[in-house]
């Protein structure tokens, strides 16, 4: 299967479980690999048969910057849900990372992997 992909997608919002986490607004970044046949948009250079990159990015932003999750497993679920319900991805691989969460780390996050993916 093919994907279209999303890489460092910065979103603000409010996450943390610490009170001053509920005061403030914090960057997000998101990797996102979504399984995808390219082949019909491909074929007749055709948007509405293509996995809309930008459409899940603006999605993403509005839930993302809307929400005020505690995990960032939390959100990373969410928004897998989103994406698949909503668009149709039948798997994705989801990079959630909190820069600056761990000060003597460049970077923290998880990583998701949902549905199924076929050869
Ligand atoms: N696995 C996780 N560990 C931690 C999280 C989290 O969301 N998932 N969050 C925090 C705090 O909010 C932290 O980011 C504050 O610096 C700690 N550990």
């Not at 979504?34 to 932003?61: C, E, F, K, Q």
């Not at 928004?79 to 780390?105: D, H, T």
């Amino acid at each position: 299967m093919d994907t279209v992909f999303i890489r460092e997608l910065a979103v603000d919002t409010v996450i943390g479980v610490y009170d001053w986490e509920r005061e403030v607004r914090q960057t997000l970044l998101l990797d996102l690999d979504m399984a995808w046949d390219n082949r019909p948009a491909a074929a007749g250079d055709d948007l509405s048969h293509a996995l809309n990159y930008a459409a899940v990015a603006d999605r993403i932003v509005a839930f993302l910057g809307g929400s005020e999750f505690l995990l960032i497993e939390t959100a990373a679920e969410e928004i897998a849900a989103l994406v698949r319900s909503e668009f149709g991805v039948p798997w994705l691989r989801l990079r959630l990372c909190k820069p600056g969460a761990v000060a003597a780390a460049r970077d923290v996050g998880v990583v998701i992997e949902r549905g199924e993916r076929s050869a």
